[in-house]
């Protein structure tokens, strides 16, 4: 029998769902996929922090993950005021970080931010971003919370981002 994913056709987890009707008014239906379980929080959460890891172990996968993080922000920016600031020092830090201008952070932070921005880009959300300012309401609390937890380490770079605009004194 057809197999999609491991799941047969004939499976009873397959719900017949009305999808139309036939010229003459006969219902026919299609079969339709029953979801399983969603994911634990503990289980998204190592999933997100093994996939930033793998992501920092090539510079240049984070330097992608900050061009699509630019593009996810300027697309929502309406949906996104509250921490704007806040997600743009941190995309400011990963800059400088892959540059290998700023190395003051730890490692720690490094894998939130990489993993709330992972969470942040990723179109499978537990909100649909599609739903607009609510679809965002996920994304919002991810990158807040990451923010708020190296707090201190991205207000030392907004610091040290402050002493490299300033002339140097003679």
Same mark, same amino acid.
């Given at each position: 029998?057809?197999?999609?994913?491991?799941?047969r056709l004939s499976d009873p987890a397959l719900v017949p769902m009305p999808s139309d009707t036939t010229p003459r008014g006969e219902q026919t239906s299609t079969p339709e996929l029953a979801l399983g379980p969603?994911?634990?929080?503990?289980?998204?959460?190592?999933?997100?922090i093994e996939a930033a890891r793998r992501v920092l172990r090539r510079r240049f996968? /984070?330097?992608?993950?900050? $061009?699509? !993080?630019?593009?996810? *922000?300027? &697309?929502? #920016?309406?949906?996104?005021?509250? /921490?704007?600031?806040?997600? $743009?020092? !941190?995309?400011?830090? *990963?800059? &400088?970080? #892959?540059?290998r201008s700023y190395r003051?952070?730890?490692?720690?932070?490094?894998v939130l931010l990489v993993a709330a921005l992972l969470?942040?880009?990723?179109?499978?959300?537990?909100?649909?971003?599609?739903l607009g300012a609510l679809g965002f309401v996920d994304d919002l609390a991810v990158v807040q919370t990451a923010v708020?937890?190296?707090?201190?380490?991205?207000?030392?770079?907004?610091?040290?981002?402050?002493?490299?605009?300033?002339?140097?004194?003679s």
């Open positions: 029998s057809l197999s999609i994913e491991g799941t969603a994911p634990s929080r503990s289980e998204v959460t190592s999933t997100l996968r /984070v330097v992608l993950l900050i $061009r699509d !993080a630019y593009a996810h *922000l300027e &697309a929502n #920016t309406d949906a996104l005021t509250a /921490v704007w600031t806040d997600l $743009r020092a !941190a995309l400011r830090l *990963l800059v &400088a970080w #892959t540059r003051k952070v730890s490692t720690t932070s490094l969470y942040f880009v990723t179109p499978i959300d537990a909100i649909p971003d599609p708020e937890t190296v707090r201190d380490e991205l207000d030392q770079f907004r610091s040290w981002e402050e002493r490299q605009r300033l002339p140097a004194s």
